[in-house]
């Protein structure tokens, strides 16, 4: 295996769950952020996660034992980078957010270090030359809870090494993994690409008042067999990332119901501080959401 040290930046919604995955499947792993206090709430997170991981793969308290022992946190970004082989950029869904990050980790980075994003849809060519290596930065995208939705997209750009296409493709691998390589560059890869349309289309039926979230959901889960619709899946998504997903669709497109549906998050739940999952309350609340109630569908 080309990679043994890995530093994973950010501790959010995916980036403390890619830590994790990767500490239980043996390698050493740095979780940076942007301060201690931040870091100290990842460290709660984990906990959530082992019993999460005992309950959905019989995982033993000997190998949570060891994953927690290949864990470390930094919040000195030289530091959390220093002997790095992978370096997996999670940070918030937002271009100028990654920008001055990886111009930042440019100057501070040892050269052997490979760079992939995990963003959910953007592309990698779009931050390549900041990165200040772009035959060694490429896209490494994961799904939520992924333990169980054990998926991998991997995108390069037209200037990324094969070879390191490759080496990310075989680290996917081995972290337990369903490595799904991309062929060419597609904003939201495969998993968003099909996704996005299906939230887009939910939270419009709710800013234009054609029903409430609950009839929404229980519309796709009862008429398709899905486990859970699409305002349950924006919970675990996180929705501070499905704003920032539409915030930059509206403003490009300007249409007038985009515009109306990214006001209703940032009225209704940003500025509520309700994002889901992550911090208990969004849609529904945690950890006893109504859509799991046996009689939700009744």
Known sequence: MKFKNITVAGSGVLGYQIAFQAAFHNFNVIVYDIN???????????????E?????LNASKEQLDSAYSNLSYISNLSEAVKDADLLIEAVPENPDVKTEFYKKL??????KTVFVTN?????????????????KFLALHFANDIWRNNTAEIMGHPQTNPETFKDVVNFAKAIGM???????????YI???????????????????????QTIDKTWMKATGAP?????????VGINTVYNIYKMASGKSQDPLKIKTTEYLKE?????????????????????????SKDFLN
């Open 228 to 236: 859970i619709g699409p305002f349950a899946i924006i919970d675990i």
């Open 268 to 292: 209704k739940f940003i500025d509520a501080n309700k994002l889901g999952v992550s911090n208990g309350e969004g849609f529904y609340t945690y950890p006893e959401p109504a859509y799991k």
């Open 178 to 188: 369903l490595a799904l390589p991309l062929h060419k560059e597609q904003p939201g």
């Open 36 to 50: 201690d206090d931040v870091l100290e709430k990842a460290k709660a997170k984990f906990t959530t996660m082992s």
């Open 119 to 135: 963003s959910s849809t953007l592309l990698p060519s779009q931050f390549a030359e900041v990165t200040g290596r772009p035959s």
């Open 106 to 111: 440019a100057k501070v980075a040892i050269e």
């Open 52 to 56: 999460a991981f005992k309950k959905d």
């Open 191 to 213: 998993l968003n690409s099909l996704l996005v349309p299906l939230l887009s289309a939910a939270t419009n039926l709710l800013a234009k008042e054609v029903a409430d979230f």
